[in-house]
């Protein structure tokens, strides 16, 4: 309000349609509401205003036998006009979405650099395994991951520790479609990754990925071959199903890690 306080009728009067604060009554809800349908944000307090000062300043003004007078209402006819204009035209940009470093880890094969591919609109034809790290940012609508994806290959797994500094979050994705070996060593990886100082406070989104695959195994499998739930008692970690066929189901799968990933936040803010 401090605008109006300071808005001063100008020298001469202007050229406009002049009506009584008698015949202003109807006329102000009418305008308010025609001002919120041309996209006007007022704040509660200009809204309750303009109901106020078409009104006559309610039964107060009356009682003291003065009206409002025609220039005063034209005035807050331009004031309206005024605080709509700047409503249009002077929002600034929009906030900027937060940014989540995370790593993201698996055997090779097990499908990280298609499904990463995939999440960036990004084609997963052609698509090589990581042979050392590469990274990615995939965005999503109220957060950018800035994902470094790790080689799966046997000589590559033993370095994956010297890349976990400054992560946020994990992204752990094995084959569910694979052989008891592979499916071993996915475990072993993971419960090493769990326990791992750097990342055993940190969300994990699990990805069972492959589902489409005759041999997939079920989550509730997975759930209980990986020994979820007495090794990660107490932790923020998500096990999903997911294949490339199904996007859908991915992108909730990491609408729910970003979700994780703000409430660490908020928690950290809170300490």
Same mark, same amino acid.
């Given at each position: 309000?401090?605008?109006?306080?300071?808005?001063?009728? @100008?020298?001469?009067?202007?050229?406009?349609?002049?009506?009584?604060?008698?015949?202003?009554?109807?006329?102000?809800? *009418?305008?308010?509401?025609?001002?919120?349908?041309?996209?006007?944000?007022?704040?509660?307090?200009?809204?309750?205003?303009?109901?106020?000062?078409?009104?006559?300043?309610?039964?107060?003004?009356?009682?003291?036998?003065?009206?409002?007078?025609?220039?005063?209402?034209?005035?807050?006819? =331009?004031?309206?006009?005024?605080?709509?204009?700047?409503?249009?035209?002077?929002?600034?940009?929009? @906030?900027?979405?937060? !940014?989540?470093?995370?790593?993201?880890?698996?055997?090779? %094969?097990?499908?990280?650099?298609?499904?990463?591919?995939?999440?960036?609109?990004?084609?997963? !034809? &052609?698509?090589?395994?990581?042979?050392?790290?590469?990274?990615?940012?995939?965005?999503?609508?109220?957060?950018? +991951?800035?994902?470094?994806?790790?080689? %799966?290959?046997?000589?590559?797994?033993?370095?994956?520790?010297?890349?976990?500094?400054?992560?946020?979050?994990? *992204?752990?994705?094995?084959?569910?479609?694979?052989?008891?070996?592979?499916?071993?060593?996915?475990? &072993?990886? =993971?419960?090493?990754?769990?326990?791992?100082?750097? +990342?055993?406070?940190?969300?994990?989104? *699990?990805?069972? &990925?492959?589902?489409?695959?005759?041999?997939?195994?079920?989550?509730?499998?997975?759930?209980?071959?990986?020994?979820?739930? @007495?090794?990660?008692?107490?932790?923020?970690?998500?096990?999903?199903?997911?294949?490339?066929?199904?996007?859908?189901?991915?992108? !909730?799968?990491?609408?729910?890690?970003? &979700?994780?990933?703000?409430?660490?936040?908020?928690?950290?803010?809170?300490?």
């Amino acid at each position: 309000m401090s605008a109006l306080l300071s808005f001063r009728p @100008p020298a001469r009067p202007i050229a406009a349609p002049l009506v009584s604060s008698s015949a202003a009554r109807p006329l102000s809800a *009418i305008f308010v509401v025609a001002g919120f349908s041309r996209g006007c944000s007022l704040a509660a307090e200009e809204a309750a205003f303009f109901f106020f000062f078409f009104s006559g300043f309610g039964a107060v003004p009356d009682a003291l036998g003065c009206r409002m007078s025609d220039l005063r209402i034209t005035e807050a006819f =331009l004031y309206m006009d005024y605080l709509c204009f700047r409503a249009l035209c002077c929002k600034g940009p929009p @906030p900027a979405r937060p !940014e989540y470093d995370l790593v993201c880890i698996g055997l090779t %094969g097990s499908g990280k650099t298609s499904l990463l591919s995939k999440l960036c609109s990004e084609s997963p !034809e &052609n698509v090589v395994s990581t042979t050392g790290f590469s990274i990615k940012a995939v965005p999503f609508q109220n957060a950018i +991951l800035n994902v470094k994806e790790l080689g %799966g290959a046997d000589n590559i797994r033993k370095y994956w520790s010297r890349y976990y500094q400054g992560s946020q979050g994990v *992204i752990f994705v094995l084959d569910s479609a694979s052989s008891e070996d592979d499916l071993e060593t996915a475990r &072993n990886e =993971l419960h090493s990754a769990l326990q791992h100082p750097q +990342l055993c406070t940190l969300p994990f989104l *699990i990805l069972a &990925n492959h589902q489409d695959k005759p041999a997939a195994r079920s989550v509730q499998e997975v759930k209980k071959y990986f020994e979820l739930e @007495p090794l990660a008692r107490g932790k923020r970690w998500i096990l999903q199903p997911c294949s490339l066929d199904d996007m859908d189901a991915l992108k !909730e799968s990491f609408s729910q890690l970003i &979700n994780l990933l703000e409430e660490k936040d908020h928690e950290a803010v809170r300490m």
